[in-house]
Structure formats: structure tokens, C-alpha cells
């Protein structure tokens, strides 16, 4: 025995095993992605959109025809373009430098409008994914909570607050039952909340559709779109005529603060948490799992639905079928992209926001195509999400190699 | 065939697994490398095995360096393995197992594998050292012990010249333990150097001819068969240790606990449980022994509630437990220590302090209103953490950095830490270290002497005489009998085959198997030192 070693507490444990439960599901670790994996990803989303900007721009094409007479032009325009590029994008989004008084300051008030649904709909795909539910409805749930809060803000007259907040009451209530039945479904019959809910949003469009087409939320007019909602049932404007931004931004930093506080300091969190780590860990500590899936997926379409309601209480203020646009599905990434944490769901949200509000200045002024934005945020996605995957793919690769060995770690 | 480690390093980040191992396996010897959960001594056959790729230091065959690639390379070489879980495809036969990876084929057939030519291999084998195995017979078909010789055969149809045993007793009933050392033994005439890996004392002293200890990765010391188990077992820990639990008898109270007519059909329609009956009295261990597989699981399950019996009843203080959810038997005052910590027990992502109150986080004073109360969580956490003696950085610190030892503490913790009107506690002890064991028998032994009625399930016998005061054994979803806590473990050996008492009683004083005259011999000198 060395000196070293029995200098080593008498009954001190072997080193540590490896963790418990190593097998983590794929969400588990896109979750786990560290902050600097998902800065990393940005950057390389915009470094590598950025090959696409020069393609896309007809100086850098022309320059190409003589790259090898001249080949510092079409390094030159290459680089123009996607400084160009990146800066409208920039002034569209943040600030506009060229702009002046007021106006400058005008588009990071966009952005900040045009996360708001993201912020609403990604912190309920968040709690979701924290609780080990892969929720894919919100586009659905967004748009039956913009429907209910559509169907309030026109059908009723009230004072202005009482008739405010039934709307969006009745937008989290109809939001919430909504994702209910895939959570419904789920405890009681095992089916997947994945293609339950992708079904679901099929159905919530085409419901919508038709109740466009009905009395119930069209009331005249040929169009398949809904009057106005009334006045009071807006959410005030922020800053004045001059900007869009709405009240819906601060109820979403308080929605915020509300998904931290439930599922970092409530006993149901603490339960949404158990069953997304361990469930069985979970059940045998006597949490009721089912229960807890239908829990989980209320307060996710209720969030979602919100969403909705500020989409058309705040920005829109009428109801179409494309209300929710791509919201439900841009949530999707932003919930992971944030680590499915409140703070880095509502920067994540801005992030997208930003890129939704300063893409037509970018289209319109320097000329690059409007799909960029969309290329950026695919990158964002792969690079995140695939990770995890790559790694999956090697250790089921290596795991065949041993025959079925599987043991990767110290042990005897 | 000889052969060597020399040197031999491997390092998992920086975790060292193996530090410069030196160890020369001898033809014609089995040689026990002893060592606990964790110590480094799979890594070390895997390394030898060619599934890891050390990090210093070189394998020499008949004092001839080789580098191993993979398994291939290993077998080709010579070394055979059979892993602690079997490498066999269920569905296929014994002839199919033997020759996957090196089909047999024959030109006549087109290129087709040659069964008969695989079945003539098995039968010659088998026949050779006496292993009655049937080549035909479907491997899902026949019991643990014979697939364990199914994988034996398997390594030496590949012309193992030595043979790799990873925990080969793990699964095994004493008698079926008994038949793989007889094995052991005939292959070590024949020549086959054996390496066996275990951590179980009785059978290195029963078996080996060299003994090699390893602790921390490192090779500690190397004995013989004839020093003690008590030397042994200091050996491995790196101190001196208790092995058996000091507790005094019983002081029995009302039978509070009643399991009658239980039985439980799972969904393919097995009874899994079959008209189970037992009472537990407050103050006595009742353990459930029998081979893994025979419905043990299955009953804690159920006790629990994780798992709905088919009929029957099961009472605690007059209050029938069946039908109720989980959270309501445990609220009835049982605690529950999981068979599988890793997967029931804790959630590894949780910090210390969370899984500490995994059951109890609605319950005061943690919660108030629907509102966790951190400051109370933490507090209980260190209260609980050093009265269980855990050994942690920060109780914030996921669980999952603990030792396995320590996790089990941290189970133990929690569900000893309300008053409870039953403990129900299932393989207690799997997979930790000696020290730890200590530990948690101690503590279940107070929580008997406390009054509580206490049902263990466990499939290893050492366990099973450490704790019980009463012992039931469970062949195939019934109970064969329950008997004293220290009956003799041929009888119970027997019993966990599906033997009844009265013949299990006849039948082991007729025949003792090689670990159970180890014990008679341990009793005895026991005795006898008491008298002196």
C-alpha cells in the first residue's frame, strides 16, 4: 500500500460511477447543449447564410464570370453583399442608423412585437419539452387561442380591461383544452404526443378555416376573415401611435417569470420536472405520471394560446387562417435554442424576432431574398439538434460493432 | 498458453481506470481476480479482450507482444470471454449460437451453414467435458446455468486456451455455481487458463489457485486460497472490515403486514405471482430469496402499488394496500428501497437535495401552498446526508456524481425518513462495496430493532443469512417454504430450484456443494473459537 493511499479516508467511496440512467433521451441532451454550443451555432448559421447571400447577388455572379482575370472582384462584391446583407438586417431589427429621430429606435420595438407570440408559444413548448413531452401543436393550439380570443374581442361588448382580459382568458382556456386531448390521449391510451398534436394542428387550421366561413367569427363581409376585434379588447399600445409594440410584451416577460416560478419553485413543477427526467423514478415516488402528462400539456396550449391572443389582441387585431403563420413552428426552435429555460426562451424569441423584423428592409434594400432568414434559422436547428444526433448515430454504430456489447464505461 | 499484462494502463477523462497493471495468467490455473464495483477489473478484461485500447503499456502472449484490435483479434489469439450478461441470441439454438461469427459452411450446400457440422462441434465439446447440453434445444429454452455453458462451449470452439469469467456466479443457484466450478476445474486440467473475476470471497477461496487483488485500478496484493476471508476482504477495501452483521434476535411484536392469496397474471397471461401468501411481524427481517426471475420483483412491485394484482389481498395495520395508488401506500407508512436505483430510485439529472425529497416534496414542511421551500429542501438534505454518512461536494451537485454506495444512501435517506409502518427493501445491496453494505445492513437491522416489519428481496444468499431472521423462497411465482434465517444454504439452494423442504433437507446433508462446506467449515471454526 502506498503512502498516498492510506492517506485516503478509511471508507472513502470508489470513484464515482458513471451517472445513473445514461440513457437520456434525445431531447434530454438537446437540452443539455451548452450556452457556448448555441452561440457557436448562430454564428456559424450566419457565417454559413452568408455563402448564400453572395450567390444570390448578381454583382457577385458577374464578378465570377472573370474570377480568374480578377479574382479580387468578386471577393470585393462578395464581401459587399453580405455586409449589406447583415446590416439592413441590422437596421431593420435593432437600430436604424440612417434613420432619424424616433424612427431610429423603431426597429427594435418591431422586434420586440414580433417575439411576443414566440415568447408566449415557446415557453409552453418549453415546459412541454422539460417534462419530457415533445409537443409539436402549437402551431394549432396559437391558432384556436387566437380564434377564442377573436371570438370575445368581437361578439361582446365590455368596459376595456374586463373585456381585455376575457379575451385572452378565454384564448388560454381554449389553447389549453386543445393540447388537453393529446395529453388526454396520451394517459389514457399511450398514444404519441408527437403525432397527436402534429394531427391536431391540421385540424385547428382547417377548423379555423371553416369558422371563418361561419357567422360565429366572420359576421359579413366575403373574405374568410374576421371584423376587427373591438377596441377594448385590444392590448394598449406601449409607446404611442408611432410603434406597434403592445402590453402583450410585458405579459409575456410576466409569463416568463411565472414558467420560472412554476417549475423551479412549485410542487407541480417539481412533479413536470420528475416525470421528464425518470419516469419511473417518478411513479415509484408516487407522482401520477398520466395526471402529469395532461397537466403539462394544459399549461403548454394555454401558453400557446396566449400566444394567439396577442397576435391578433395586439398586432393583427383580426383573425385569418394564416394568423399563426409559422409562430407555432418557429416556436419550436426557439424553446430549444433557449435550453427550454424561461431567460433563454424570451432571448431566443427576440433573436427570432428580430430576424422576422428586419428581413424586409434586408429584401427590400440590399436586395437579398426574404429566404435567408428562413436558411439562418434551419442552420440554427441542425447545428443544435445535431449534436446529440451525430453522437446517437456513432454510439448505435459502435454498438453494433461490439455485438451487442454495451458497456462504454468503467465498471467491474 | 501464457499470458501477460504488463503495465497496462487505462484512463476513462480522468478517471483512472487501470494504473499500471502487471498480472501473468499461467496455463493450467485459475486465477480470481478479486476486486469491488468499480475497482477496474472489467476494464481491465475488456482491455485484454480488445473492446478498449489501453493507454500505455503492452499484452504479451507466450512473452510475445501482440496488439488486439478487437474481439477477433482476441479470439484469435486465444482468449475466450463469457460476459456477465450472455452474448447469445435467444431465439436461436445451441448449434446456432455456438458457430455465429464463424459459420461452418459446406460446398454441397450451396454456401448454406452447415448445422451439422455446428451440432457435431457442440456434441464434441460438450461430450468432452461432460456439459450434457442438447444442440438443438433453443437457447430462450434452457436455464441461466446451462446458457452460461452455452457461452463456454462457444469460446472453446474458437480454441480458447484462456478463459475470461466476468461474474460467472452472479446468476447462478449455489448448486448451479457448484457445476461451473466442478467446469472450472476440468477445463483447468485440460490445460485452459482461467481468469475468473468476482467479488465474492467464498468462491475465490472455494476455487483459485491465484488470487490477485485489485482496489482503485491498481493491483494491490496477490494471495492464496487459505488466507481468510476477513484477510481477503481487507484486502479489497483497503481496510479491515465487518462481514457479518451483528444483530440480536428478534423481539417479535403483532403480525401487522399480510400478503394472502395474492396472485398477478401479467398481460401475456403468465402468473407471475401465484397465490402468494406470508405475514411479516413487526420487528423481524422477512427475506424473499430465489434465483432473479421467480416473481420477487414483481411482489415488492405490487406491495407498492407500481404493479396491480389479479386477486388477493395485501394488508397493512388491517388496512388493505391493494388497489391504492402509489402515492397512498407510501402516504400509509411504507418506505420503498427500488430494485434498480439508477432507474426507480433517483433521477440522476435531480441534485442531491431534490431526490431526497422525491416522495416527500408536497408533503410539510416542504411545501406550502403549492410552493417548494428550497431553504427547507437543503436543510433536510444536509441533516439526512450526514446522519447516512454520504460523501458529496455540495448537495446542489446532481446525484449522479455519487458513488454507487452513496447513492444507495441517499434511497436508504429518504425512505427511512418518516416513520414508517413497513420497510420494503429490494436487492438492498446490488453492486455496491463492501463498506457500503455494511452500512446499509446496519441501518436496515435499526429499522427492525425500531419495531418496523421489514421485507427484503434478495437473490444473494450472503445477503439473505446477513439480514433475515425469516426466510421464504420463491420458485416460479410461489413460495416453496419459509424457513429459519439460518438454514443451511445447500437446503436453500435446493429450494430456489423448486425443491421442497423435506427433500432439500435430505438431499444436502446427503450431498454438500464446494461453498457450502466452505461454510459448515467457517461455522464450525467459528464455534469452536467461541468455546476456547
Known amino acids: 500500500m502506498t503512502a498516498t493511499e492510506s492517506l485516503v479516508a478509511p471508507s472513502a467511496a470508489p470513484p464515482p460511477a458513471p451517472a445513473p440512467g445514461e440513457r437520456r433521451s434525445y431531447l434530454q441532451q438537446v437540452l443539455d447543449s451548452s450556452w457556448v454550443t448555441i452561440t457557436f451555432a448562430i454564428l456559424m448559421a450566419l ?282 413552428f418557429d416556436a419550436i426552435t426557439v424553446a430549444l435554442l433557449g435550453r427550454s429555460t424561461p431567460l433563454g426562451t424570451v432571448l431566443a424569441a427576440l433573436l427570432f424576432g428580430a430576424l422576422r423584423a428586419g428581413s424586409p428592409l434586408m429584401q427590400t434594400s440590399a436586395g437579398t431574398p426574404i429566404d435567408i432568414v428562413q436558411v439562418i434559422q434551419a442552420t440554427i436547428v441542425l447545428l443544435i439538434a445535431a449534436p446529440p444526433l451525430v453522437r446517437e448515430l456513432s454510439l448505435v454504430h459502435r454498438l453494433a460493432a461490439l455485438f451487442g456489447y454495451k458497456s462504454q464505461e468503467a465498471r467491474s | 498458453m501464457k499470458l501477460e499484462l504488463r503495465g497496462i494502463t487505462k484512463r476513462f477523462g480522468p478517471l483512472v481506470a487501470n494504473d499500471d497493471i502487471h498480472l501473468t495468467f499461467e496455463s493450467g490455473e485459475i486465477h480470481a481476480l478479486l476486486g469491488e464495483n468499480g475497482a477496474g477489473k472489467s476494464t481491465m478484461m475488456n482491455v485484454l479482450y480488445g473492446l478498449y485500447e489501453p493507454d500505455g503499456g503492452e499484452i504479451l502472449v507466450d512473452d510475445a507482444p501482440v496488439v488486439f484490435a478487437g474481439p477477433a483479434d482476441a479470439m484469435n489469439a486465444g482468449i475466450g470471454m463469457v460476459h456477465q450478461h450472455f452474448m447469445l441470441v435467444p431465439v436461436f439454438t445451441v448449434a446456432e449460437n455456438v458457430v455465429l461469427g464463424h459459420e461452418p459452411t459446406a460446398a454441397g450446400l450451396g454456401g448454406l451453414i452447415d448445422l451439422t457440422e455446428a451440432r457435431r462441434r457442440v456434441r464434441e465439446i460438450s461430450d468432452r467435458f461432460g456439459f450434457d447440453v442438447d444442440p438443438d434445444a433453443l437457447v430462450e429454452d434452457l436455464p441461466v446455468g446451462v446458457q452460461q455453458r452455452v457461452e463456454i462451449i462457444k469460446a472453446l470452439s474458437r480454441d480458447a486456451k484462456v478463459l475470461i469469467l466476468d461474474e460467472p456466479t452472479a446468476v447462478l443457484t449455489p448448486q448451479e455455481t457448484d457445476e461451473l466450478i466442478a467446469i472450472m476445474r476440468q477445463l483447468r486440467e485440460a490445460g485452459t487458463s482461467i481468469v475468473f473475476i468476482t467479488h465474492k470471497l467464498r468462491e475465490v477461496r472455494a476455487v483459485a489457485d491465484r488470487i490477485s487483488v485489485i482496489r482503485r485500478g491498481k493491483v494491490v496484493g496477490t494471495a492464496t486460497p487459505d488466507e481468510s476471508e476477513q484477510q481477503l476482504a481487507s484486502l479489497m477495501v483497503g481496510r479491515s472490515v465487518n462481514l457479518g452483521v451483528e444483530k440480536a434476535p428478534p423481539e417479535r411484536g403483532d403480525v401487522t403486514f399480510r400478503v394472502s392469496d395474492l396472485t398477478v397474471i401479467d398481460p401475456v397471461g403468465t402468473r407471475v405471482i401465484d397465490d402468494l401468501s406470508f405475514e411479516v411481524r413487526r420487528g423481524e427481517i422477512f427475506a424473499i430469496a430465489g434465483v432473479q426471475g421467480n416473481g420477487q420483483s414483481e411482489l415488492a412491485e405490487v406491495i407498492v402499488g407500481l404493479l396491480r394484482a389479479t386477486s388477493g389481498s395485501i394488508t397493512l395495520d388491517g388496512k388493505e394496500l391493494l388497489g391504492r395508488s402509489v402515492a397512498d401506500v407510501l402516504d400509509a407508512g411504507v418506505g420503498y428501497v427500488p430494485e434498480d436505483r439508477s432507474t426507480d430510485g433517483l433521477i440522476a439529472s435531480f441534485s442531491i437535495a431534490e431526490n431526497l425529497v422525491l416522495d416527500l416534496h408536497d408533503d410539510a414542511p416542504f411545501a406550502r401552498a403549492g410552493s417548494l421551500s428550497p431553504a427547507r429542501v437543503a436543510e433536510n438534505a444536509r441533516r439526512r446526508t450526514e446522519e447516512f454518512d454520504v460523501r458529496l461536494t455540495s448537495i446542489q451537485d446532481p446525484v449522479s456524481t455519487l458513488s454507487g454506495g452513496n447513492q444507495q444512501k441517499v434511497v436508504l435517506a429518504r425512505e427511512m425518513s418518516r416513520p414508517l409502518r413497513l420497510l420494503v427493501a429490494s436487492q438492498p445491496t446490488r453492486g455496491l462495496d463492501v463498506g457500503s453494505i455494511e452500512f446499509v445492513h446496519k441501518r436496515i437491522v435499526t429499522e427492525r430493532d425500531g419495531g418496523t416489519p421489514v421485507v427484503i428481496v434478495s437473490t444473494e444468499l450472503d445477503e439473505v443469512h446477513a439480514l433475515a431472521d425469516r426466510i421464504a423462497v420463491m420458485y416460479r411465482g410461489r413460495i416453496v417454504g419459509v424457513v429459519p434465517g439460518d438454514t443451511h444454504r445447500d437446503v436453500l439452494g435446493l429450494m430456489m430450484a423448486g425443491v421442497p423442504l423435506e427433500d432439500a433437507e435430505r438431499s444436502a446433508n446427503e450431498h454438500h456443494t464446494t461453498l457450502g462446506e466452505a461454510d459448515l467449515e467457517a461455522r464450525t471454526a467459528r464455534s469452536e473459537e467461541m468455546t476456547t
Open chain 1, 47 to 328: 457565417v454559413a447564410s452568408s455563402v448564400l447571400i453572395a450567390a444570390a447577388n448578381a454583382e457577385v455572379q458577374a464578378a465570377a464570370g472573370y474570377f480568374f482575370s480578377r479574382p479580387g472582384d468578386l471577393l470585393g462584391a462578395a464581401w459587399s453583399s453580405v455586409f449589406d446583407a447583415y446590416s439592413t438586417l441590422f437596421r431593420g431589427a435593432v437600430f436604424d442608423y440612417e434613420a432619424t429621430g424616433l424612427r431610429r429606435v423603431r426597429p427594435i420595438t418591431e422586434t420586440m412585437t414580433a417575439s411576443v407570440p414566440l415568447i408566449f408559444a415557446g415557453l409552453g413548448l418549453a415546459v412541454g419539452f422539460r417534462s419530457g413531452l415533445f409537443n409539436i401543436g402549437a402551431q394549432g393550439q396559437v391558432l384556436v387561442g387566437a380564434a377564442g380570443a377573436t371570438f370575445v374581442g368581437i361578439t361582446f361588448a365590455l368596459p376595456p380591461v374586463v373585456h381585455l382580459v376575457l379575451a385572452v382568458l378565454a384564448a388560454f382556456v381554449i389553447g389549453a383544452l386543445w393540447a388537453g386531448i393529446a395529453g388526454f390521449l396520451k394517459a389514457r391510451t399511450g398514444a404519441n404526443e408527437v403525432i397527436v398534436t402534429i394531427m391536431l394542428n391540421s385540424i385547428a387550421f382547417y377548423l379555423v378555416s371553416y369558422l371563418l366561413t361561419t357567422s360565429l367569427l366572420r359576421q359579413g363581409g366575403s373574405r374568410p376573415i374576421s371584423p376587427a376585434v373591438a377596441q377594448t379588447a385590444t392590448y394598449p399600445l406601449l409607446l404611442g401611435p408611432g410603434f406597434r409594440l403592445h402590453l402583450g410584451f410585458v405579459v409575456a416577460l410576466l409569463a416568463a417569470v411565472a414558467v420560472w416560478w412554476l417549475m423551479e419553485r412549485s410542487v407541480l413543477g417539481f412533479r413536470f420536472r420528475a416525470v421528464g427526467a425518470n419516469q419511473s423514478a417518478a411513479r415509484t415516488a408516487g407522482i401520477k405520471v398520466n395526471l402529469v402528462f395532461v397537466l403539462v400539456m394544459l399549461v403548454a396550449g394555454g401558453l400557446a394560446g396566449l400566444g394567439g391572443a396577442a397576435q391578433v389582441l395586439g398586432t393583427d387585431k383580426s383573425l385569418q387562417a394564416s394568423t399563426a403563420g409559422s409562430i407555432g
